[in-house]
């Protein structure tokens, strides 16, 4: 594969729909693709590790033998549920709700103890309660039949975006008609002591109530604000290169015009990214090409980007874009992260009910309708 087709998109089970250049002006297609710019987030739920008893969080009964991590976004969605109101999920039937997790190492700790039982007593002694969740599509799934969320229920794993792409992919999902209400969000267990990673492990989880902007009014209940997301792919090998930085700054570029953001418009920014070449080419696109390109001399852009020293997961980026939801409604924030393996991702979130790049944002939110 090229780099220029490597660039285009991440190799996942949905991926995005691709660039047709690398940098310059994002092509219209992918632009009416990406936001489903009718959404807006009415509720959000987040849960630590530290402190956490299922009893108090879930109830008594029903969530012993459940792996942590599933714990962790069952309670995360109570949460955001509890947000959004009573009656959240009222107008909308079971086939029209969906569900979309991302995690890098929920069911990391409990493979362990899966393979010590198989290699020391053997698969007879591998409990049946448990065993089910080697799988990790099961681990978003007791939510899905415990609100009845029959719409869709997808699982995402790529390192470090996994959260960000539930956002995006169940977003594209409602507006393909596939549903048209979504609870989406990311889970994480610790992850065991000998495991690479582990001394920056995430536990925890994030869970986002979406719904039509149009159904959050006619229930009274006010938009916390709007989230878009584009991912991307930028190949190890190119970001260690000497236009590493530069192509970086192409695929930035092209992700903030897809999800509509003027330029003209202040943009704060906040980068969950590690010390890989690839963290290292995202960082200095942003801090010397990107914002000094949409702000020149620095009129627009709401200070320097703020470098989040990313862990060892998919939590902590939709932990900042719950943080920034909750931030007053002001301008625009992108959180963006990438990982060592080349996944990459812009959510840009619009706090309030704000359209995302004002007039710009319209004109992307008629565009779509008129694609349908």
């Known amino acids: 594969m090229s780099d220029a087709r490597a660039a285009a998109g991440p190799q996942m089970a949905t991926k995005a729909a691709p660039l047709r250049r690398v940098g310059g002006e994002a092509n219209e297609e992918a632009a009416r693709s990406e936001p489903?710019?009718?959404?807006?987030?009415?509720g959000i739920g987040t849960v630590g590790a530290d402190g956490f008893d299922f009893r108090t969080a879930l109830g008594r009964h029903g969530y012993k033998y459940l792996p942590a991590a599933s714990q962790y976004f069952l309670a995360a969605a109570k949460g955001a549920l509890a947000q959004a109101g009573p009656d959240a999920m009222e107008a909308v039937g079971p086939e029209e709700r969906g569900a979309a997790v991302g995690t890098n190492s929920a069911a990391v700790a409990l493979h362990h103890t899966m393979d010590r039982t198989v290699t020391v007593t053997g698969a007879g002694d591998l409990s049946p309660v448990t065993a089910p969740y080697f799988s990790i599509n099961l681990f978003g799934s007791r939510?899905?039949?415990e609100h009845d969320l029959k719409g869709f229920n997808l699982t995402f794993t790529s390192p470090r975006v996994a959260g960000l792409e539930a956002l995006q992919n169940g977003q594209r999902a409602i507006a393909t008609g596939r549903a048209r209400w979504l609870l989406a969000g990311a889970t994480e267990e610790a992850l065991p002591e000998s495991e690479p990673g582990a001394e920056t492990s995430e536990a925890g989880a994030v869970a986002l109530v979406l719904e039509p902007e149009t159904a959050a009014r006619s229930r009274?209940?006010?938009?916390?604000?709007?989230?878009g997301v584009r991912s991307f792919f930028l190949p190890p090998r190119v970001a260690a290169s000497a236009e590493g930085a530069e192509r970086a700054a192409a695929l930035l570029r092209d992700a903030l015009d897809a999800l509509g953001h003027r330029p003209d418009q202040p943009l704060a920014v906040t980068a969950v990214l590690d010390g890989s070449p690839v963290g290292e080419a995202v960082a200095?696109?942003?801090?010397?090409?990107?914002?000094?390109?949409?702000?020149?001399g620095g009129r627009t852009a709401a200070g320097k980007p703020e470098r989040v020293l990313a862990g060892a997961g998919a939590l902590e980026p939709v932990a900042r874009?719950?943080?920034?939801?909750?931030?007053?409604?002001?301008?625009?924030?992108?959180?963006?992260?990438?990982?060592?393996?080349?996944?990459?991702?812009v959510c840009l979130v619009t706090p309030g009910g704000a359209t995302p790049g004002g007039a710009a944002g319209a004109e992307a939110s008629s565009a779509e309708a008129s694609s349908r």
């Open 284 to 296: 200095v696109a942003l801090e010397e090409k990107v914002l000094d390109e949409l702000a020149p």
């Open 220 to 227: 009274g209940v006010a938009a916390l604000g709007r989230v």
């Open 36 to 42: 489903a710019v009718g959404l807006v987030v009415t």
């Open 321 to 345: 874009v719950a943080a920034a939801l909750g931030a007053p409604a002001g301008h625009a924030h992108a959180v963006v992260t990438a990982a060592a393996e080349g996944n990459a991702a």
């Open 143 to 145: 939510l899905a039949t």
